[in-house]
């Protein structure tokens, strides 16, 4: 099935002829005569128009028949920003699918965590994306596959495996199929420069959509960490992850064109699950050419934008992890927040070994958590309470804060609970679920900003303001956080 994902096939004509990169990721232009398709700013002469066909997927391309180009690879363009912007059931399962599900539990897995049928599930994605569940599983375990061949060292049997693949035959099957080369020969082709890694680490680079401004993106991830799970060392934002095979430990760099990254993990089952949610909490697959068009309309937002365009949201790896620590930063300060998280840490995180830097824990799970005694917690009785009702609840699964999770029926259920508000909600739901039009209206960083910036400072009204910035509220949080001056919108110098 051919598709295009707009509504005239003329302007996806267009991005091609003019070579646009902001169309990265958002479609893929097969063409007839080569069987290859491309992205549409491939540098390639663009083909004829007759020629040309349309897929909002490289699955559904690859499904068709077509091999992914040597030029531009489009395997390797950022992922489409449209996955994360969406809370309907096919972008919710785009999200699981990238975060692994798919060759955990199979698709009888994806459809339990949907809450929908296996038949409801493939028919969606067949009819949105050309592609069904598996073969978007496959085209993930192929991107991935030609990273590792890329950028790494690993053996081609262990890159077999830590792409998700269940035996070496199939990987090369696959490779040659997708690139119509063997992984010999794609990594023969690779321009790969000389970057020592310590033993065990794998480096990669994760690509982005220009612009990027790193500062409050980094500024938050560093400002806010927890002593133990994550740090800023060596001029790399660090911490520990939890993974479904085991745990492991990133550094991720920010660098003019991409993010360096550095993993160590305890089992290679579990890359492909760790990029893509390094991706996630560094929010590399948003589109910050429509997210900046649309909030430049406001003149109060846009000296904003035009000084720095391209800003992130900071979200996470872990979404129970950011509820609980949401939790501990109401009405406190940002050093107190941290200081609260690292005595949990402390008393209830797995404890890691780091020899590259000083990480020394896992973030505890919600069921390690409920096991704590309230009256060890140096804060407010009610706020002990809202702690305690909230781990309870997500060690028993009543909520879910995953990937591929309902954000309204979320929001609803967090605002159930006891002492859990408007400002702790929203902050969950921008960081944690990432929804990008998530909305922090109480906080105080951004009544100061309205303030100073002439908007109405009063939640309330300001509301009413920002209806105009949907659907990218979550973004317009960064952009009036940046203009105050606090440690989560710089990248410290040392």
């Avoid at 693949?165 to 990987?171: D, I, K, L, M, P």
């Avoid at 690779?190 to 990027?212: C, E, M, V, Y």
Wanted: net charge neutral; with cysteine; glycine share 8%.
């Amino acid at each position: 099935m051919l598709v295009c994902v707009y509504e005239c096939v003329e302007r996806c004509v267009r991005a091609v002829q003019s070579k646009d990169a902001r169309f990265d990721g958002w479609f893929f232009t097969a063409v007839l005569t080569t069987k290859i398709y491309c992205r549409p700013s491939c540098p390639v002469v663009p083909p004829k128009v007759e020629n040309m066909r349309f897929y909002p997927s490289a699955a559904a391309a690859q499904q068709a028949g077509f091999r992914a180009c040597k030029r531009c690879r489009p395997d390797a363009s950022p992922g489409s920003p449209e996955w994360n912007d969406r809370a309907d059931l096919v972008a919710r399962a785009m999200r699981l699918i990238s975060d692994g599900v798919v060759d955990r539990d199979g698709v009888p897995g994806l459809a339990t965590h949907l809450g929908y049928s296996v038949r409801q599930v493939q028919r969606q994605l067949q009819a949105e994306l050309g592609a069904g569940p598996l073969a978007l599983a496959r085209a993930q375990r192929a991107q991935t596959a030609r990273m590792l061949i890329e950028t790494s060292d690993l053996q081609m049997a262990d890159v077999a495996f830590a792409s998700g693949f269940s035996s070496v035959r199939t990987f090369n099957e696959t490779v040659q199929e997708v690139f119509a080369l063997s992984p010999s020969e794609l990594r023969g082709r690779a321009k790969r420069g000389s970057h020592p890694t310590a033993p065990g680490t794998i480096s990669l680079r994760l690509p982005f959509r220009a612009p990027l401004t790193p500062d409050n993106l980094f500024g938050h991830l560093i400002a806010t960490g927890v002593p133990g799970v994550e740090e800023w060392y060596g001029g790399a934002y660090r911490r520990t992850l939890r993974l479904p095979h085991g745990h492991g430990v990133v550094s991720l760099r920010p660098m003019p064109d991409h993010i360096a990254c550095q993993l160590s993990l305890t089992d290679q089952r579990d890359l492909a699950i760790a990029i893509s949610r390094c991706r996630r909490m560094l929010d590399l697959d948003a589109d910050p050419i429509a997210v900046d068009e649309l909030l430049a309309e406001d003149p109060f937002l846009a000296p904003l934008i035009a000084k720095a365009p391209g800003r992130r949201v900071p979200r996470t790896v872990d979404g129970e992890e950011f509820a609980v620590r949401a939790v501990l930063g109401q009405q406190v300060s940002t050093a107190a927040a941290r200081t609260h998280a690292s005595r949990l840490v402390q008393a209830y995180g797995e404890p890691i070994d780091d020899p590259a830097g000083g990480l020394t824990h896992l973030f505890p799970t919600m069921q390690a958590l409920a096991g704590l005694d309230p009256e060890t917690l140096a804060f407010p009785k009610s706020r002990r309470t809202t702690l305690t009702t909230l781990i309870a609840t997500l060690a028993a699964g009543e909520i879910d804060l995953g990937a591929g999770s309902d954000w309204d029926q979320a929001r609803a259920q967090l605002a159930a609970l006891p002492g859990i508000g408007p400002w702790t909600v929203e902050s969950i739901a921008m960081r944690a679920l990432g929804d990008p039009d998530a909305f922090v209206a109480s906080d105080l960083g951004i009544r100061y900003a309205a303030r100073d910036l002439g908007l109405p400072e009063a939640p309330k009204p300001l509301i009413e303001h920002a209806r105009a910035w949907r659907p990218w509220r979550a973004y317009a949080v960064q952009y009036l956080w940046a203009t105050g001056d606090h440690a989560i919108n710089k990248i410290p110098t040392e």
